[in-house]
């Protein structure tokens, strides 16, 4: 089995009015500890009264990593400046590449802003190696029933493989950075083992519920680090839970990060600036 390291958990950093807790970065976690993992925030769970002000989102750049939005519950409007617009609703998944520079915004609907409802989201920041930083920005939103479901220990565990490969089976996406991401659904005893890679980090936080992990307690809101050998990962669920669970070949080179830009240095950080400020992240017209 893999050795666990640390387990760590998410700590409450509200976002104007949504609740959050931050899993990473954190007083215990560096930004480039779990590389090319950088950034966790889990927004709820959290209901929403009618004529609500929806997700705190705003129109806002990137450049340098990929973005990965977890619908848990609720919904989340993507816009950005390349012209992609979309809807998805729980249990579906956007994957942004910011790549040289995009601009988005992530806002509820218009029904949810009228009706209200309860919200939960996660998102992840995945780094891209220096080579592949100024990659054309895409997006790919893809609703529930769009990501496979793979259904092991006689139903009681449903694997969503959102990217890479998982049990045998591809997932909706094959990251250009070779990133193998899902959410692994657990019936109370449900349990599976995963085997990953030697040399490649693994994210693995549980967002509800409780875990066995290879002999160790995992709750919700927390994030175990293992070490990076060849083993497996053993887990049990001690009642109905829900898991994100990654791995990723860390990029060994340096990780700065600015506000919203993830560079490798200083001078690159600057320029990420000076562009945006220039407009190369496109135009705003929404």
Not at 60 to 77: A, M
Not at 207 to 222: D, M, R, T, Y
């Amino acid at each position: 089995m893999k050795t666990i390291k640390n387990i760590f958990r998410a700590v409450r950093a509200d976002m104007g009015g949504l609740v959050t807790y931050r899993v990473m970065p954190s007083q215990e976690v560096a930004i480039d500890d779990l590389e090319p993992f950088l950034f966790l925030n889990h927004h709820g769970p959290q209901t929403y009264p009618s004529r609500n002000r929806g997700l705190p989102f705003g129109p806002h750049p990137h450049k340098g990593f990929e973005t990965v939005t977890f619908i848990v519950e609720g919904d989340i409007v993507h816009t950005d400046s390349t012209g992609y617009n979309s809807k998805i609703e729980a249990g579906g998944i956007q994957w942004m590449t910011a790549g040289k520079g995009i601009i988005h915004s992530e806002n509820s609907s218009k029904e949810f802003l009228a009706n209200g409802g309860n919200v939960e989201i996660l998102q992840l920041w995945v780094n891209l190696p220096a080579n592949l930083k100024n990659t054309e920005p895409a997006y790919t939103g893809l609703q529930k029933d769009e990501i496979p479901h793979i259904a092991l220990d006689e139903g009681k565990v449903v694997v969503d493989a959102v990217s890479g490969e998982w049990f045998g089976q591809k997932g909706s996406l094959q990251s250009i950075a070779d990133v193998h991401i899902a959410t692994i659904g657990f019936q109370k005893s449900g349990k599976t083992t995963i085997a990953v890679p030697e040399g490649r980090t693994v994210l693995f936080y549980v967002i509800q519920g409780k875990l066995n992990v290879n002999n160790a307690e995992v709750n919700k809101l927390e994030l175990v680090e293992f070490d990076t050998e060849d083993g497996e990962i053993q887990v049990e669920a001690k009642e109905n839970s829900l898991l994100l669970i990654g791995h990723a070949k860390p990029n060994h080179e340096p990780v700065v990060a600015q506000g919203p830009f993830v560079m490798n240095s200083e001078f690159e950080i600057e320029q990420a600036y000076q562009d945006y400020q220039l407009g190369k992240f496109g135009s705003w017209k929404h």
